[in-house]
């Protein structure tokens, strides 16, 4: 099945700094990528999804970057205010068939005012 | 994106009792999901809710211990059984958008927040 591995664990940066979260996934098949955003006591909310069939997407202060070829997809934030703080999780999903989310083991973001 | 009500938000339980969490959708969907976190980890899943047939579970989780009911395109119950220490946890069920419009993309309930004494 589908493995994906994300790194860091931890992240800490001066606010109005840039933030950036790696995954990897094994299964070339996937084809779906999403980020969630989680904070304490909350349910993920997803902040950004991308497609395999697209490179790159972009929101206001947030964006993700697609390397189909090696498998790997990034998160970026920019201008990262302290409400930024919290736990993300990378996820892909998209195997024929199947429309089950994998997720990594997540980010916790502490942006330091 | 859909709108889901989950219930309980949290609950402390007995061992050995069981405890059934609830959650509505408010607009009709083919795909649910049902999740488990447990505390500082990641999000594993227990099971994909089918309307009108059996659920679906990955490995190393069984219909006996969690029991999933899927009577509508709305609404999704999971039951954890015979409960013990070890499932405390936070449960989710999420949904899978069911238009072109959102991209597809699952949402999340808030989560119920089992502990079990």
Same mark, same amino acid.
């Given at each position: 099945?589908?493995?994906?591995?994300?790194?860091? /664990?931890?992240?800490?940066?001066?606010?109005?700094?840039?933030?950036?979260?790696?995954?990897?996934?094994?299964? /070339?098949?996937?084809?779906?990528?999403?980020?969630?955003?989680?904070?304490?006591?909350?349910?993920?909310?997803?902040?950004?999804?991308?497609?395999?069939? $697209?490179?790159?997407?972009?929101?206001?202060?947030?964006? $993700?970057?697609?390397?189909?070829?090696?498998?790997?997809? /990034?998160?970026?934030?920019?201008?990262?205010?302290?409400?930024? /703080?919290?736990?993300?999780?990378?996820?892909?999903?998209?195997?024929?068939?199947?429309?089950?989310?994998?997720?990594?083991?997540?980010?916790?973001?502490? $942006?330091?005012? | 994106?859909?709108?889901?009500?989950?219930? @309980?938000?949290?609950?402390?339980?007995?061992?050995?009792?069981?405890?059934?969490?609830?959650?509505?959708?408010?607009?009709?969907?083919?795909?649910?999901?049902? &999740?488990?976190?447990?505390?500082?980890?990641?999000?594993?899943?227990?099971?994909?809710?089918?309307?009108?047939?059996?659920?679906?579970?990955?490995?190393?989780?069984?219909?006996?211990?969690? @029991?999933?009911?899927?009577?509508?395109?709305?609404?999704?119950?999971?039951?954890?059984?015979?409960?013990?220490?070890?499932?405390?946890?936070? &449960?989710?069920?999420?949904?899978?958008?069911?238009?072109?419009?959102?991209?597809?993309? &699952?949402?999340?309930?808030?989560?119920?927040?089992?502990?079990?004494?």
């Amino acid at each position: 099945g589908e493995n994906v591995e994300q790194h860091p /664990s931890t992240l800490s940066v001066q606010e109005g700094d840039s933030a950036v979260i790696k995954c990897t996934y094994s299964d /070339s098949a996937s084809n779906y990528f999403p980020w969630y955003k989680q904070e304490l006591g909350k349910g993920p909310q997803l902040i950004i999804d991308i497609r395999s069939n $697209v490179g790159e997407k972009k929101d206001q202060r947030i964006a $993700v970057t697609l390397n189909k070829t090696a498998k790997h997809f /990034s998160l970026h934030i920019t201008e990262t205010q302290p409400e930024d /703080s919290a736990v993300y999780f990378c996820a892909a999903s998209g195997r024929a068939g199947s429309y089950q989310l994998t997720f990594g083991k997540g980010t916790k973001l502490s $942006v330091i005012p | 994106s859909a709108v889901i009500s989950q219930k @309980p938000s949290r609950d402390i339980c007995q061992r050995g009792t069981s405890l059934t969490i609830q959650c509505q959708v408010d607009s009709q969907v083919t795909m649910m999901f049902w &999740y488990r976190q447990q505390p500082g980890q990641s999000l594993t899943l227990i099971a994909t809710a089918n309307q009108g047939s059996e659920a679906t579970y990955e490995s190393g989780f069984v219909i006996d211990k969690f @029991p999933i009911s899927r009577p509508n395109l709305t609404f999704s119950t999971l039951t954890v059984s015979n409960m013990s220490p070890e499932d405390s946890s936070i &449960y989710l069920c999420s949904v899978r958008g069911a238009s072109r419009g959102s991209n597809y993309g &699952y949402t999340f309930g808030s989560g119920t927040r089992l502990t079990v004494v």
